[in-house]
T-cell receptor, first 117, second 112 residues
C-alpha cells in the first residue's frame, strides 16, 4: 500500500519570506501523480499543484513550486513571498496511474502553516 | 455550475441513529469519493466510485455504505451511528482518476 508522510506537523514563516514543506512517499510504482492541497480555515480543499511522475520538470504555479526527487521519493512544496492568505493546512497526496487499476488518492496527515505578519 | 454539493453542512446524531450524507456533482465526473477528516489524521478514504454502478472500499469503510445509481449522486449512509464516526466528511469528484479533485464544502458530524 502507498503511504504519504509529512514530517512537519506545524510550521511558521514571516510574511514575504520563503518556506518549504516536506513530503515523502512510499511506492513500488513507476508511474503516478503527486499533489499538494491547501485547506484554509474555511475548510475548503483547494488544489495547489500537481506533478506527474514521468515528467522530470518540477511543476510551478505562480508562487508555489515543487522539488520532485523521484529516486528519493520526495515531493516538497516551496512557497515564495509568503502571504497571510497562505495560512492553512497543507496536504500532500499520492495517486497511482490509472492504468494500475482503480487507485484512490492517499493523503498525508498535513502540515499546519502559519504566516506571521 | 454548482460543482460538488454536500448536504447537510452540520448534523448531530445520537448513537444508533442512521442518516445519509448527500453528495451531488453537475460536472459529469466519472470519479467520486468520500473522505473523513480527523485531527492529526489527515483525510482518510471511506468509499469511492469510478462510475455509475461501481463502488469500492477505501481505508476506513466499516460502518458506512454507498451506492452510485447515477453519475451525479454518491450518497454516504451511516447505518448505526457511533461516537467514533464524529468527524468532518468530504465528498470529492474528478473527471477521471488522477485529475484534479473537486471537493464539497464538508459536513461536520457529531455523534453523541
Amino acid at each position: 500500500a502507498q503511504t504519504v508522510t509529512q514530517s512537519q506537523p506545524e510550521m511558521s514563516v514571516q510574511e514575504a519570506e520563503t518556506v518549504t514543506l516536506s513530503c515523502t512517499y512510499d511506492t513500488s510504482e513507476n508511474n503516478y501523480y503527486l499533489f499538494w492541497y491547501k485547506q484554509p480555515p474555511s475548510r475548503q480543499m483547494i488544489l495547489v499543484i500537481r506533478q506527474e511522475a514521468y515528467k522530470q520538470q518540477n511543476a510551478t504555479e505562480n508562487r508555489f513550486s515543487v522539488n520532485f526527487q523521484k529516486a528519493a521519493k520526495s515531493f516538497s512544496l516551496k512557497i515564495s513571498d509568503s502571504q497571510l492568505g497562505d495560512t492553512a493546512m497543507y496536504f500532500c497526496a499520492f495517486m497511482k496511474h490509472r492504468y494500475s487499476g482503480n487507485t484512490p488518492l492517499v493523503f498525508g496527515k498535513g502540515t499546519r502553516l502559519s504566516v506571521i505578519a | 455550475n454548482a460543482g460538488v454539493t454536500q448536504t447537510p453542512k452540520f448534523q448531530v446524531l445520537k448513537t444508533g441513529q442512521s442518516m445519509t450524507l448527500q453528495c451531488a456533482q453537475d460536472m459529469n465526473h466519472e470519479y467520486m469519493s468520500w473522505y473523513r477528516q480527523d485531527p492529526g489524521m489527515g483525510l482518510r478514504l471511506i468509499h469511492y466510485s469510478v462510475g455509475a454502478g461501481i463502488t469500492d472500499q477505501g481505508e476506513v469503510p466499516n460502518g458506512y455504505n454507498v451506492s452510485r445509481s447515477t453519475t451525479e449522486d454518491f450518497p454516504l449512509r451511516l447505518l448505526s451511528a457511533a461516537p467514533s464516526q464524529t468527524s468532518v466528511y468530504f465528498c470529492a469528484s474528478s473527471l477521471r482518476q488522477a485529475e484534479k479533485l473537486f471537493f464539497g464544502s464538508g459536513t461536520q458530524l457529531s455523534v453523541l
